[in-house]
């Protein structure tokens, strides 16, 4: 009982944390650095790629339904396994699952079409994926800041004459003129919602990512990234550009890539597949819960004079805090949040489980071998920490797609008894312990030490 009620308490103090940093707009630049430019080999680079198509191909709207992560599970035969941020109820829906196999289907045909059989697949499962991700490269193509490095760029690439001639073997070689067609066209392709029908949605988001795919494999994207490899902030927008082209490019050119590859591995067109219902949730009720976070003032006044932290807010910052109207907007409008397992944690612990379980069958993974995890969006903070935190005490290598370093306040601490490896199961679900407690810490103190460096950075 004592137990659970700490666990409630900890919960409420990290979601709090969390939420502030949210309201601050915070990132945290180590997670993203370490998170995003991750040195893998080309093999589990390209497994990755291809499971986080996979799981974006499934993902119908990720702010409203939540992620989807997905991997291999190798022990016997290949088989997929899938799970979703458990705030639906842990196990997945009707949809889900029919979505994975309509998906496999098409996917696996023999006779695969990509216009008349796999776009439709994907269109009525991801379309409002589909629309926020051509507004989000919109929205960038448009940025004044974007603008003035997309200016700047395009006259450095034109006084390099016809050098964009040279590429390298895949490349695109793009003249500025190219360029700049390029992004004209984009621009205006993405400008509006996708149109109601399938052909002329084909049309239009066909060409859209065609024109997204050229330009990341161009030489002038290669060109960008060295330009702007000394100035930070120039480096996050190509970087974001980067992701914005991959995110709408990945519906078609990353699905071609992935019926290949299918194909390769699952000559028989069988591809086995489960969904996870272990919640991990530290809940007792469900497999998520509400909270309520104290008053805006409160939860400055509680965090920033916190006992634990090394240099306390002096007052006069605190009150700066405390009577900032926009912020206190912000608060108020995300006051009740449910938390949640988030979906890379909870397949990781399921398959943890089950690699423990028979780790004598699982002779071909050796300790440091990698185990991707394939997710419909980069890792939040918290997700990337405790992914972290979690390998260095198991010697494992689970990977993801890399992290934004965003805070997400709907994350909700694990909660299990299992160990990690070779181990049995010796507590029950709504316990912590076992092999979650040590990265639960971690990622406690990394939250609670970012929030005290802002802080302490806002005096
Ligand atoms: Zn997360």
């Known amino acids: 009982m004592t137990t659970k009620i700490n666990q409630n308490q900890n919960q409420q103090h990290l979601s709090e944390q969390l939420q502030l940093l949210s309201t601050f707009d915070y990132w945290d630049s180590l997670a993203y650095c370490h998170g995003y430019h991750q040195n893998l080999d080309k093999e589990t680079a390209t497994e990755l790629e291809l499971l986080n198509v996979f799981a974006a191909c499934l993902t119908s709207d990720p702010d409203e339904d939540g992620d989807i992560a997905v991997a291999i599970d190798r022990r016997q035969r290949l088989t997929l396994v899938l799970a979703r941020d458990s705030g639906s109820g842990g196990g997945p829906t009707k949809a889900d699952i029919n979505a994975t196999r309509d998906l496999i289907s098409v996917l696996t045909d023999t006779e695969c079409d990509y216009r008349s059989r796999v776009f439709p697949v994907i269109l009525s499962r991801c379309r409002k994926s589909m629309c926020k991700y051509m507004q989000k490269l919109h929205a960038l193509l448009v940025d004044p800041a974007f603008l003035k490095l997309e200016s700047a760029a395009i006259k450095g690439y034109l006084q390099r004459g016809a ?21 004209q066209v984009m621009k205006s392709l993405s400008q509006k919602p996708l149109p109601d029908t399938q052909r002329e949605a084909f049309d239009v988001y066909y060409s859209l990512a065609w024109y997204c795919w050229n330009l990341t494999i161009s030489n002038f994207m290669k060109y960008l990234y060295a330009r702007c490899s000394k100035s930070e902030q120039d480096r996050l927008l190509v970087e974001k550009l980067n992701r914005r082209l991959g995110n709408v490019s990945q519906y ?12 390769h591995y ?71 949040i449910t938390t949640h397992v988030h979906a890379e944690i909870r397949l990781l612990l399921h398959l943890s489980a089950h690699n423990a379980r028979s780790s004598s069958s699982s002779a071909q993974h050796t300790d440091m071998a990698p185990l991707p995890i394939g997710c419909s969006r980069l890792a939040c903070l918290c997700c990337y920490w405790w992914i972290r935190a979690y390998n260095r005490q198991f010697g494992t290598r689970w990977v993801t797609c890399g992290s934004r370093g965003r805070p997400r306040a709907d994350w909700e601490l694990p909660a299990r008894g299992v160990k990690g490896r070779g181990g049995v199961e010796t507590g029950n679900g709504a316990m912590e312990g076992g092999e979650v407690s040590v990265p639960n810490e971690q990622v406690k103190k990394i939250v609670g030490a970012c929030l005290e460096s802002y802080f302490s950075g806002c005096r």
């Open 163 to 183: 050098d964009y001639l040279n590429t390298d073997q895949g490349e695109a070689a793009l003249s500025p003129t190219d360029v700049l067609n390029h992004l």
């Open 252 to 263: 078609v050119t990353g699905v071609r890539k992935l019926i290949k590859t299918v194909k």
């Open 266 to 336: 699952f000559p028989t067109g069988e591809v086995p597949f489960r969904w996870i219902d272990d919640d991990f949730s530290s809940s007792s009720s469900s497999s998520s819960s509400l909270l309520h976070l104290d008053p805006y003032a409160d939860a400055i006044q509680k965090h920033a004079t916190s006992s634990s932290s090394s240099t306390p807010t002096s007052p006069s910052t605190t009150a700066k805090f405390i009577h900032h109207p926009s912020l206190i907007q912000k608060w108020d409008s995300n006051r009740h």
